[in-house]
């Protein structure tokens, strides 16, 4: 029961205060849990932690339902959408899918000075089909191993993750970390969109994800760092290739690929990176093309209020290849002014040779942008589990080269959706 109140009480610290979190950490009594407290990859608040190895900034609010079992802290946190989702004109689709995850943690101390860390994250999209869902101007790696997506968005991986990590502290605000996943995500781009404060409550993957983020789901990462206090360096070896149209399974890991990062959170409320990716054959379709990647970001967040936040992130990703240089811009921004609402919006921009017809042709590059909002309301019912009614509104740019095939220069879609959350 003890220990039960003691978790109870320490989730409602780290929703509400990371500072306080990490104060309570050295208080009396409180020795024993430095695993509810304490990062996985070294001494600064775990509300630092994003996807993989991506560091957020400290005042993002750390939301799971955190359980102590032994010498282990457990965290689970998952939200379910089912959507429904209209694309307008010629190039356009409707389609009523199923998306989000299911992540659970648990992680414990070894000795003084050390910490290891499991982690795992699932996803329901594979259920939706090999066909993904429509949004106008994405593009991507196949989803059926015939062609590669067009104007549609790819299912995520059953297994989006499956991780270790174990750091090991040199001295204060010093440490050393290895992380391993088989599918992982390597030390490139920022958090990825769906761990994003600034963008997670959309159901609505940005058309930048393969400029910014795809790699987030990689079968077979390998990643060494070292942290000194707001600082973290960090080198992974990686496989190349996107995960094939096979959704259900793990594939075998190939590390033939290098990404390095260095982060910085200057203060509380910023998170920075600068990233370098060298990718080896990533889509299946072109399999002797390699592409040189570069990634940077900044993130800014301010809570206030009663469980409410501002969080925005502004991000640029450039992808090289023998076909050139080619950039992708992202600016999104979420306000919660209360537990019940969440406003967000998204604006992008990239270059691209991929939206030519038929599916699949390299065309000529076009610059085209897109820009979204959208709300969700959220009804709490229990402590932990709320149900939340949202939908999103966009339009999309095309330049003049496309509109024929589009119907229009500015193309529209929309999604309506519900949500079931545990927090």
């Known amino acids: 029961m003890r220990t039960l109140l003691a978790s109870a009480a320490l989730s409602a610290v780290f929703i509400a205060s990371p ?3 990490q104060s309570m950490a050295g208080m009396p009594g409180m020795a024993g849990m430095r695993s509810m407290t304490s990062a ?90 090999k066909s993904g869902f429509p949004e106008l101007l994405a593009t991507g790696e196949t989803a059926n191993g015939v062609t590669p997506l067009v104007d549609r968005q790819h299912p995520h991986d059953l297994f989006m993750e499956l991780s270790g990590s174990y750091a090991y502290r040199l001295a204060s605000k010093q440490s050393v970390f290895v992380y391993a996943g088989l599918p992982g995500e390597p030390a490139f781009g920022p958090p990825a969109f769906m761990h994003r404060l600034s963008i997670m409550d959309s159901p609505e ?17 390998v990643t060494a760092g070292y942290v000194h206090d707001n ?40 998170a920075l990176q600068a990233s370098w990716a060298d990718q080896k054959s990533p889509e299946q379709l072109a399999p002797d093309e390699n592409i040189r990647r570069w990634s940077a970001s900044a993130i800014y967040t301010v809570p206030f209020g009663r469980g409410g936040y501002w969080s925005t992130t502004a991000a640029w990703g450039r992808r090289t290849s023998e076909h050139g240089d080619l950039d992708g811009y ?4 979420a306000v919660r002014p209360n537990l019940d609402w969440t406003l967000f919006t998204r604006a ?15 065309g000529p590059v076009f610059t085209v942008g897109k820009i979204s909002a959208g709300a969700v309301r959220d009804f709490t019912f229990t402590p932990h589990w709320s149900f939340g009614v949202g939908g999103l509104y966009a339009v999309n740019f095309v330049p003049a080269g496309l509109r024929a095939s589009y119907g229009r220069s500015e193309p529209q879609g929309a999604m309506g959706f519900i949500r079931l959350k545990l927090n």
């Open 348 to 362: 992008e921009r990239v270059a691209t040779d991929e939206l030519a017809l038929p599916p699949g042709a390299r």
């Open 330 to 333: 992202a600016l999104e921004s």
């Open 40 to 129: 996985a990859l070294g001494d600064y608040v775990m509300n630092r932690e994003a996807s993989g190895t991506s560091w957020q900034p400290d005042a993002s609010p750390h939301t799971g339902l955190h359980i102590m079992s032994g010498d282990w802290m457990v965290m689970v946190h998952a939200t379910i959408n089912g959507v429904y989702d209209w694309q307008q004109g010629p190039r356009g689709d409707d389609k009523a899918f199923v998306s989000g995850m299911l992540m659970a943690m648990a992680k414990r101390d070894v000795g003084e000075k050390g910490t290891l860390q499991f982690r795992a994250m699932l996803s329901p999209e594979p259920f939706m089909g």
């Open 205 to 221: 993957a940005p058309i930048s994800h393969h400029w910014l983020d795809s790699t987030h789901i990689s079968m077979g990462v």
């Open 19 to 21: 500072a306080m979190a």
């Open 231 to 270: 600082w973290k360096l960090e080198v992974s070896r990686f496989r190349g290739r996107e995960p094939d149209q096979h959704r259900f399974d793990i594939e075998a890991p190939k590390l033939d690929s290098t990404a390095a990062r260095i982060s910085w959170n200057p203060s509380a409320n910023w």
